[in-house]
């Protein structure tokens, strides 16, 4: 009896370390299959618990990068950029809305109208003057046109205009009466004090035939403005930007992005350098609008989105001439998206998950 189970203590002693060997090994394989020949993207977080946000490694989505190759000396392709667009006055007004480029032609001709007043447009603004004096300045801060009189603001406390005084401002020391300019009764009440100006002025009306048209300032791209010379690129190296500048963001290319983090990661200004741009005919008439998410559920990695795979996947009516993207949910694949309209946050989430938004416009326009 004892023989049988020292027999047994020594089989089971045999089969302990046997198990121990095998489990020493597995341990010596993760080891090494961790930490010596850890694979690509080995640090990310896995993808399959949902709304986990994944980085992948490899080389980080330059923005404001020239996507025809072009480079400029602060913006290399293997870099991401730090930097600032300085707009000067003409490149923001070729960049606005078409109600700004009619509030600024209606006012700009307003002062022309009137004998020895002429107009001289510098980076920033352009201001309108007789002789020496300076009448008026006109600058674009975002999406609004202002408008800086050579009127005192104390003599319009209480009126009907709603204005602002900036005569604690040098630069506008001359020009202290800051008026915003958002509608056509903007328009006409500065229309208002342009001839109260004129008139302590001692200004008269003339038959001057010069105008202003707001086709002398058709959209352009940030790229071809760079090329013009109306926009100058800034390196991080210089002072805080102001409201009229437009910032760089860095940001890294990612796997899957939500319409809130896209929001967050970039400004609506950056978005717009991030749009290339092509000539196709779009046609009038019925619009629809389509979400991020969607594409992302109806298209593969690196398809091409356009109104014609839409209306084949039967995700707009086949009568559809205009789709408009927009922002919802989330976006996990690269995708080339050609529409004649984004909204900016959509334009965020293709850039951010390495694919190109194309906003087509027709020839001419």
């Not at 489990?23 to 010596?28: D, G, V, Y």
């Not at 038959?207 to 002398?216: A, H, I, L």
């Not at 805080?240 to 910032?247: E, G, Y």
Request: proline share 3%.
């Amino acid at each position: 009896m004892s023989e049988l189970l020292l027999g047994l203590a020594i089989e089971a002693q045999y089969i302990c370390t046997a198990a121990l060997i095998s489990i020493c090994a597995l341990l010596s394989a993760h080891i090494y299959l961790t930490r010596v020949r850890k694979p690509r993207g080995a640090d990310a977080v896995s993808s399959d618990s949902p709304g986990t946000e994944v980085k992948e490694e490899q080389e980080p989505l330059t923005a404001g990068k020239l996507n025809d190759g072009a480079q400029t000396d602060a913006s290399p392709e293997s870099a991401t950029v730090r930097g600032r667009y300085d707009k000067s006055f003409t490149a923001k007004l070729i960049q606005a809305s078409d109600a700004v480029k009619e509030y600024y032609a209606d006012l700009a001709n307003e002062f022309l109208t009137y004998g020895k007043v002429r107009n001289r447009v510098s980076w920033a603004y352009s201001a309108f003057y007789a002789g020496r004096k300076t009448l008026s300045r006109f600058s674009i801060r975002g999406k609004t046109l202002y408008l800086y009189l050579a009127l005192d603001p104390r003599n319009f406390v209480g009126s009907k205009f709603f204005f602002r005084d900036e005569s604690a401002v040098r630069r506008y020391e001359k020009v202290p009466f800051r008026l915003k300019v958002r509608s056509r009764r903007g328009v006409k009440l500065a229309k208002e004090l342009t001839e109260i100006l004129m008139r302590n002025s001692g200004l008269i009306r003339s038959d001057r035939n010069e105008t202003v048209r707001p086709s002398d300032y058709p959209y352009d791209t940030v790229k071809n403005l760079l090329k013009r010379g109306l926009i100058r690129l800034k390196t991080a190296d210089v002072r805080a930007a102001d409201a009229d500048r437009l910032i760089w963001e860095d940001f890294g290319r990612r796997v899957q992005v939500t319409a809130g983090e896209a929001r967050s990661l970039i400004s609506d200004e950056a978005a717009v350098s991030l749009l290339d741009e092509e000539e196709e005919s779009v046609l009038p008439g019925p619009k629809a609008v389509v979400n991020i998410d969607t594409l992302s559920r109806n298209y593969q990695a690196n398809d091409t989105v356009t109104l014609e795979s839409l209306k084949a996947k039967k995700l707009v009516a086949r009568s559809v001439n205009h789709v408009k993207v927009l922002a919802r949910g989330s976006l996990d694949k690269p995708l080339t998206v050609k529409m004649p309209e984004f909204s900016a946050d959509a334009v965020k989430m293709i850039a951010l998950t390495g694919g190109r938004a194309v906003r087509l416009k027709t020839k001419g326009r």
